[in-house]
């Protein structure tokens, strides 16, 4: 039930050794905070203990369609990524298997050649707006948390990222939020947010919200150890 963390823990559901990763799902609609909330996880965890897989790594290649065309495409339905793949790296490092993450550029929405080779961690996060709307990875999660924020400040957040970092117009990204960004939210990430085990208001700067995501994700690492060693 969202609003505190499931007590159960341990592994997911393929026979994942005890000694694996904590695997960590955040979700949450475009601007709510998500980026914010894993790195003061980070913070308190430390950089050599958690390594951070963003779905939206996964978009699919455009190459095949025209320049012009692949703005129009639905970046905000589950079908414009690869999840298929993204799930089968997360199996790979639950398994202790380095993975090769693919990097997307976005102002072309095309897929780079390039890839960044990601070694297994102790705690594993899986960052994206989608991510607890699929089974699998659901699945896949000890624990699942969605950053709840007004639609208001996620658009305004989701302007300013989207201007500074990924060479867009504030008209081009006001016009993708009326056409495909919030009814993808309503149809998809918002009806997500049942399946959370905590949910964040107001994003990383909730701080009784992280100190709780962090402290859950302890007990989950000792539970390990402690699993690991006997």
């Known amino acids: ?21 904590v695997v960590l ?14 790195r003061e996880i980070r913070r308190h965890l ?5 390594t951070i897989l963003h779905h939206d790594a996964y978009y699919r290649d455009l190459t095949h369609l025209p320049r012009g065309q692949r ?25 202790g298997r380095a993975a090769e ?15 960044v080779r990601m ?6 996060v899986l960052d994206g707006i989608l991510v607890l709307s699929d089974a699998r990875l659901r699945n896949l999660m000890d624990l699942k948390v969605f950053v709840d924020t007004a639609a ?25 939020y009326e056409r495909t960004v919030r009814p993808m939210h309503n149809e998809f990430v918002e009806p997500s947010k049942r399946h959370a085990d905590l949910l964040v208001p107001e994003g990383g700067h909730n701080r009784v919200a992280v100190d709780l995501v962090v402290n859950r994700i302890r007990d989950l690492l000792e539970e390990r150890t402690g699993a690991a060693g006997s």
């Open 1 to 21: 039930m969202p609003g505190t963390a499931d007590p159960r823990g341990g592994a997911g559901v393929d026979g994942t050794s005890p000694g694996g990763p």
């Open 25 to 38: 799902g955040v979700a949450g609609g475009s601007g709510s905070g998500k980026s914010t909330v894993v």
């Open 46 to 50: 430390g950089e050599e203990v958690l």
């Open 71 to 95: 703005a129009t495409v639905n970046f905000d339905h589950p079908e414009s990524l690869e999840t298929d793949l993204l799930v089968e790296h997360v199996e790979r490092l639950r398994r």
């Open 101 to 115: 993450i693919p990097t997307y550029d976005f102002p072309n929405h095309t897929r780079r050649e390039a890839t």
């Open 119 to 124: 070694e297994p961690s102790r705690v594993l």
């Open 152 to 176: 208001d400040l996620r658009l305004i957040r989701r302007i300013r990222r989207d201007v500074r970092e990924r060479g867009r117009s504030a008209e081009s990204v006001l016009e993708q």
